[in-house]
């Protein structure tokens, strides 16, 4: 890292928009004007029911938007270069070896055909110009690394011959491979088993604070959520609707949708014959939202000027009252150093 790098954010994202435009259909923004900032060694998670967008979110992050879409606005800042307006050559340089990712399902990630030591072999040969033996040796250290068991011996099996928890690991050593100094994970602990997720969670957790790298975790799962995050951001239907330092969302969420996704989490606390609150409806599909805010069909504080328009972001102070609300819909990363204060895009608090 340079002295410029030092004192330059290490992620910022300003008013993002993804737009998908199918073969069949009209066009529609799959990501609306997202804006969060991530510095070096914080673990920012992104957190929403399924088809909110926080996974093309991460893609377009990494320049892997869909073929049928494209960044339609915004900024994707890495270390002070614009990664939105960056070549595909530059960007594969970029990934992997300073931003790595670790995607959802490894099964449909990882090559059926090529051993999985090989296919983290490869990573270091074309980022690093490792000789194939100096790779065999980093890929055995990655392995034991990330607790893989016998890595000698696992680095010349075939990602079928491994269960869902030894994929996972395998794609956290690809991604962890180059030293990045960011790394992607979506869903990374979808269908573990809760034994198997605690280990890959307190993994990325170790890897994070060891390396001094930042961690953009996207989950659906509030109990991730409280155990990795420093900052949250709750996203739906393409939208940011809230973001706040964890402690801050817990202890008050402000927006109705995270107040909804906060009692619908059962807790040690909670009663067997209770029933849990549920959020009535289902998210909207990105190509039909409602009019005025996305959130108003399924919302129990609706009002008149929800119907209206979408509402802009309001930045609230540590006491939760407004302190500024931007004629502009834009949101603005947050200035350095980092204020204790949040956001939240609703017009309860506007």
């Not at 990882?110 to 040969?125: C, H, I, K, M, S």
């Not at 928890?165 to 809760?194: F, H, K, N, W």
């Not at 001094?212 to 609707?241: Q, R």
Request: proline residues 9%; charged residues 20%; contains cysteine.
């Amino acid at each position: 890292m340079t002295a410029s790098q030092a004192d330059t954010p290490l992620l910022e994202v300003n008013g993002l928009c993804v737009r998908l435009k199918p073969p069949r259909g009209t066009a529609f923004d799959a990501v609306h004007d997202v804006s969060f900032t991530l510095e070096a060694g914080e673990t920012f998670c992104l957190v929403g029911e399924s088809g909110c967008g926080k996974s093309m979110t991460a893609l377009a992050i990494m320049g892997l938007v869909p073929e049928i879409g494209r960044i339609s606005a915004g900024e994707v800042i890495f270390y002070g270069e614009n990664l939105a307006c960056a070549g595909e050559r530059a960007l594969r340089d970029i990934r992997g070896r300073r931003i790595g990712m670790v995607f959802q399902e490894p099964m449909t990630s990882l090559n059926p055909v090529l051993r999985v030591g090989d296919q983290v072999a490869e990573v270091l040969t074309h980022h690093l110009r490792l000789s194939r033996k100096e790779a065999a040796l980093r890929v055995e250290e990655l392995f034991r690394q990330v607790g893989i068991p016998s890595p000698e011996l696992r680095v010349r099996d075939y990602p079928h011959q491994l269960s869902g928890g030894l994929r996972q690991r395998v794609m956290i050593a690809m991604a962890l491979a180059c030293t990045p100094s960011l790394v992607l994970a979506d869903e990374p602990t979808t269908a573990l088993d809760v034994t198997v997720q605690g280990q890959i969670l307190a993994l990325l957790r170790e890897q994070a604070a060891g390396r001094g790298m930042g961690l953009l975790l996207i989950t659906h799962d509030l109990g991730v959520v409280a155990s990795m995050a420093d900052f949250v951001g709750v996203m739906y239907a393409g939208y940011m609707v809230e973001k706040a330092p964890a402690a801050d969302l817990f202890n008050n969420p402000l927006h109705p949708y995270t107040r909804g996704l906060m009692l619908s989490a059962p807790t040690l606390d909670s009663m067997r014959q209770e029933r849990l609150h549920t959020i009535p409806g289902t998210v909207p599909s990105p190509g039909a939202l409602p009019e005025g805010c996305p959130f108003r069909p399924r919302c129990p504080r609706a009002m008149p000027r929800c119907h209206e328009m979408p509402p802009n972001v309001c930045i609230l102070g540590g006491t939760g009252r407004a302190e500024d609300t931007p004629e502009s819909p834009e949101m603005r990363p947050a200035p350095r150093p980092r204020p204790s204060g949040r956001e939240v895009r609703c017009w309860l608090w506007a």
